[in-house]
């Protein structure tokens, strides 16, 4: 229920906050978790959320999606930031959690943002309740949990991931907040499809900066002599402090595969052409580095491994270091993807293996190499013959399978 004070300034809060789905029929997005039958779904609406991890980019509704969680579970709700958040604060939190759950058979349901930047110490602190039960952890993060937070929170946990909003999807939340009453339906808005298209393509799958990027426009836009306030690309693209898309999804595409077809056909300047054109039509750069990271493999592969260490690197760095600066290293990536021999062994092996995985998945491993049995002592333990020895590996279905085609060295 809302205090006083929160209902007396609600009016004062971003458009994004005063958007916030309050069910979960109105968040937009993450079919592949939310879409009916799926299991996070499912969890929800049976109020049996386990303890889990939503990691994904910023503005996907990972925050938003915990709150619906703690409203619907009836359940008492506390909300900390990892950043802000000391030891003595979150046993504070366990200790009345504790006190509720044994006194009211109430559970709480603790958010935690930013969680992959707790200390051992902050999450070893939450152990205990978590095995008991009286906490339902839910972290919030934008990192991949695997490897950025502890491995006793992480293994307690289910794990789901949030993607980027598509464009149709962001469309629908503006156009909402357009009509709506708590969004902006009181300042006479006139937009067009344009207009509405770009803030959902610009804003690289965020919401949040989307609906941020709509609220500027209809606050700083002058209203004309019908009283209207008329938001067009070109406002949006000032509001967004991007370039207003140039192409649409057809030519954007088209761009996009004449990028690809550059890096596989070596052309570094034809590369770099069509990857800075697309950046400057506001796409984000981190699409042409994680595009890098695929050519990488596909079509560089075993020829010129480090092509692979460079596309990472690439991506790290526009995600840590930022533009400008981070198209130094997406153009040093595409060089050296450009300039590496082509080898696409790695692409011809991957589709081979799923291929029989898919249509032998009952054949019978040799029983040599089964775990622990009478059979697995015939094993032969290649260094023990100099690092290789001939035996089968394969089921007898695929003993003569070959995936990978080692190269003669000239």
Request: hydrophobic share 35%; glycine share 6%; proline share 4%.
């Amino acid at each position: 229920m809302n205090n006083l004070f929160e209902d007396l300034h609600n009016d004062k809060k971003p458009l994004a906050e005063k958007m916030r789905p309050k069910t979960l029929d109105d968040v937009v997005g993450q079919k592949h978790i939310l879409g009916k039958g799926k299991l996070l779904r499912r969890l929800i609406e049976a109020k049996r959320v386990p303890s889990c991890i939503f990691y994904g980019p910023p503005g996907t509704g990972k925050t938003t999606l915990a709150r619906i969680i703690a409203d619907t579970s009836n359940s008492n709700f506390v909300k900390l930031n990892a950043i802000s958040t000391g030891v003595a604060e979150v046993k504070e939190v366990m200790e009345k959690a504790k006190n509720d759950f044994e006194l009211y058979g109430k559970k709480t349901y603790l958010l935690l943002d930013e969680c992959h930047r707790w200390t051992k110490a902050q999450s070893d602190s939450l152990l205990a309740s978590l095995e008991n039960g009286y906490i339902i952890f839910v972290g919030c993060t934008t990192e991949n949990p695997s490897y950025s937070m502890t491995r006793a929170i992480v293994s307690r946990c289910s794990v789901f991931e949030f993607k980027p909003l598509d464009a149709n999807d962001i469309v629908t939340v503006l156009k909402r907040a357009l009509t709506c009453e708590e969004g902006l339906k009181d300042y006479n808005i006139k937009t067009d499809d344009e207009a509405l298209k770009y803030f959902a393509t610009a804003c690289g799958g965020d919401v949040r900066s989307a609906l941020n990027g709509l609220e500027i426009a209809a606050i700083t836009t002058p209203v004309n002599k019908k009283g209207e306030i008329i938001i067009t690309k070109d406002v949006a693209s000032e509001c967004l402090q991007r370039k207003a898309l140039s192409l649409n999804d057809d030519v954007y595409y088209h761009i996009l595969s004449a990028y690809c077809k550059s890096l596989r056909g070596s052309d570094a300047t034809a590369a770099l052409y069509y990857a800075n054109r697309l950046i400057e039509a506001g796409v984000e750069p981190q699409v042409l580095a994680r595009r890098l990271i695929a050519h990488s493999s596909e079509d560089v592969g075993l020829s010129a491994p480090n092509a692979l260490v460079q596309a990472c690197c690439a991506l790290y760095a526009l995600d840590h270091l930022g533009m400008p600066e981070g198209n130094l290293a997406l153009t040093q990536a595409i060089i050296y993807v450009c300039e590496s021999p082509k080898d696409n062994r790695v692409v011809i092996a991957k589709d081979m293996a799923i291929d029989d995985a898919k249509n032998h998945s009952d054949d019978r491993i040799p029983d040599y190499l089964k775990n622990h049995t009478e059979a697995s002592k015939k094993y032969k333990y290649p260094h023990d013959y100099g690092g290789y020895v001939e035996q089968q590996y394969l089921p007898d279905s695929l003993k003569d399978r070959c995936y990978f085609k080692r190269r003669e060295k000239k």
